[in-house]
């Protein structure tokens, strides 16, 4: 679904040229959670921000599908990601001045969509993650895991083909991860793309496929089998 070719990133800094990423080859299928995993400074955010299109690569391409992300157009960029990708942050990044339907609703808007159909449609999908008692509290009166399940009934607004996840756990306590995590797997289920950049071994052991980065390179991309599984 999403794939990348010879992708190579150089950063031009005034202490001189920083290889964020330097020929990487990398699939992520539908249906399926990749986990991104490596030490801090091996590329994952400079991957992530390539693949969603936020940034251009020096070299090589990003496909999605048969599309190369870099001869759209800056607009036609945005557009896809508004109505094809949707995001989900550490932090949360929810409007803390709107409510949880509101805040899922938001997207919507932005893409054109009715006023009574948003409110519907969000308040489907804070349903789904088990929210629909908390769609008029605003983030501030919220825990971390509710947030970040509001974030992620944000990240289906438009009905994404990707959603893109950078370290969605890391604020979050165990139970309240787990929770988060379910929930990925299950939108990965439906048949969507899901990337997920982690620190959390957790994650990384219950994806269905890891890319890890070092240097900017991969150092390792393979279909996850608990290493216990593979040896019996
Ligand atoms: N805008 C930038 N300008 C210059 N150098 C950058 C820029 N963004 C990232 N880098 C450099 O590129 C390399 C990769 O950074 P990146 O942020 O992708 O790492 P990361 O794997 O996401 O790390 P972390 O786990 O700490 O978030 C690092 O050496 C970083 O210093
Ligand atoms: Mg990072």
Do not use: C
């Amino acid at each position: 679904m999403l794939r990348t070719t010879d992708l190579t990133k150089l950063y031009r800094t005034p202490a001189g040229v920083v290889p964020a990423l330097t020929g990487v080859n990398a699939t992520f299928e539908r249906g399926k959670l990749t986990a991104i995993v490596g030490p801090s400074g091996s590329g994952k955010s400079t991957l992530l921000n390539l693949l969603a299109g936020f940034d251009l690569p020096t070299s090589g391409v990003v496909y999605l599908g048969d599309t190369s992300l870099g001869a759209m157009t800056e607009r036609e960029r945005s557009k896809l990601r508004l109505t094809r990708f949707g995001f989900v942050f550490q932090s949360f990044n929810l409007i803390a001045v709107l409510n949880a339907w509101q805040n899922v609703a938001f997207p919507m808007g932005l893409a054109g969509i009715a006023a009574p159909e948003r409110r519907a449609r969000a308040l489907a999908l804070l349903d789904r993650f088990g929210l629909r008692q908390r769609a008029d509290h605003v983030p501030t009166r919220l825990s971390g895991g509710e947030r970040q399940r509001v974030s992620l009934a944000r990240a289906l607004a438009n009905d994404p083909d990707v959603v893109f996840a950078d370290e969605p756990t890391g604020n979050l306590d165990s139970r309240s991860g787990q929770v988060v995590l379910g929930a990925l797997r299950e939108v990965a289920g439906e048949g969507r793309t899901v990337i997920v950049v982690t620190h959390d071994v957790g994650v990384a052991e219950s994806a269905d496929a890891v890319l890890e980065l070092l240097d900017g390179h991969v150092t390792l991309a393979r279909a996850a089998v608990p290493a216990a599984r593979s040896e019996a």
